[in-house]
Nanobody
Framework: QVHLAESGGGLVQAGGSLRLSCAAS????????MAWFRQAPGKEREFVAA???????YYTDSVKGRFTVSRDNSENTVYLQMNSLKPEDTAVYYC????????????????????WGQGAQVTVSS
């Protein structure tokens, strides 16, 4: 059974940093895309960043230059380093994994991911 477990959320002041981790178990994802989404209260879940099997990364415009996605295949873990945090970054952050291997285009929609973590709350105070 596949399980994704996020950790590292919390409360931080605007301008601060947090690092989220997502540890996968039940199968390896070294040949798959792993991604981060977020969902703010009253809003739909949205794509944040992804790290592909071939080392490519992709970010939504609002986090470019502030967030960095990385992964450690030996640990089956993906990370999201968040710097220069803003109040509008406040949301529940979800880790997601695509079940399809060697996908050529990085998916950016919720329905394209097959496995999800339980979410980690990130709150940025002004």
């Amino acid at each position: 059974q596949v399980h994704l477990a996020e950790s590292g959320g919390g409360l931080v002041q605007a301008g601060g940093s947090l690092r989220l981790s997502c540890a996968a178990s039940g199968r390896t994802f070294s040949n798959n895309v792993m991604a981060w989404f977020r969902q703010a209260p009253g809003k739909e879940r949205e794509f944040v960043a992804a790290f592909s099997w071939n080392g490519r990364t992709y970010y939504t415009d609002s986090v470019k230059g502030r967030f960095t996605v990385s992964r450690d295949n030996s640990e089956n873990t993906v990370y999201l380093q968040m710097n220069s945090l803003k109040p509008e970054d406040t949301a529940v952050y979800y880790c997601a994994a695509d079940a399809t291997r060697f996908r050529s285009v990085i998916p950016t929609t919720v329905r394209q991911y097959d496995y999800w973590g339980q979410g980690a709350q990130v709150t940025v105070s002004s």
